[in-house]
């Protein structure tokens, strides 16, 4: 995969990111648009999503990245390869989610990660971070019962947090009280592999959409 020269950090609350995206037509962009859907926020350069679309054809896969040099080069990778179960879209997940959520059919979203997010390490900076109240009721009105969410991090105050925001939310409920030892899903984002080389420690969550 070709690697392509961006910001590392880009700030959400940016006159430039405040837009919500339009909704999109599902049609157009799956070739059955009714296979269930796993959805990974903060997707960087795509290539956890690639091989997950090429091992489980049966299921759709959209990223959301706020960098938009990324998603291109994402997206034309993806036609190259062929893949019809997979999709990029360039957005602030933080406004655009209910939009891309809403136009979905009903009872597709069933799995979504948030892998290594940017940890915005400053006191000030807290509301950048992804993992905001909002974001969270919002995955809550539309992932399927049952349906489950994947968080890591390599930074242990990051990790704690995201816990803490969906621990909050009455409609999720935490698997496993302790960190999860291995990542239970089939494919590492290269984060993880570059963390693990390195023998630091990887901090995993899963919490379940609790049936109402």
Known sequence: ????????????????????????????????RNQPLLLDIGCARGQFLMEMAQLEPNWNFLGLEIREPLVEAANKIRSELGLTNLHYVFCNANNSL?????????????RVTIQFPDPW????????????????????DYLTPGGTVFLQSDVKFV??????????????????????????????????????????????????????
């Open 121 to 140: 390490f400053k006191h000030r900076h807290a509301k950048r971070r992804v993992a905001q109240p909002q974001l969270v009721a919002e995955l809550a």
């Open 1 to 32: 995969m070709n690697r392509v020269r961006v910001r590392q950090h880009v700030n959400p609350l940016g006159i430039k990111y405040q837009t919500p995206i339009n909704p999109i037509d599902w049609e157009k962009i799956y070739v059955d």
């Open 159 to 212: 990790a704690l947090e995201m816990c803490e925001r969906f621990d909050e939310n009455s409609a999720f409920q935490r698997e496993r009280k302790e960190w999860l030892a291995e990542n239970p899903l089939k494919v590492a984002t290269e984060r993880e592999l570059f963390t693990l080389e390195k023998s630091e420690p990887v901090y995993r969550a899963v919490f379940t959409r609790v049936i109402s």
């Open 98 to 110: 209910k939009p891309l959520l809403s136009s979905l059919p009903k009872g597709i979203l069933q």
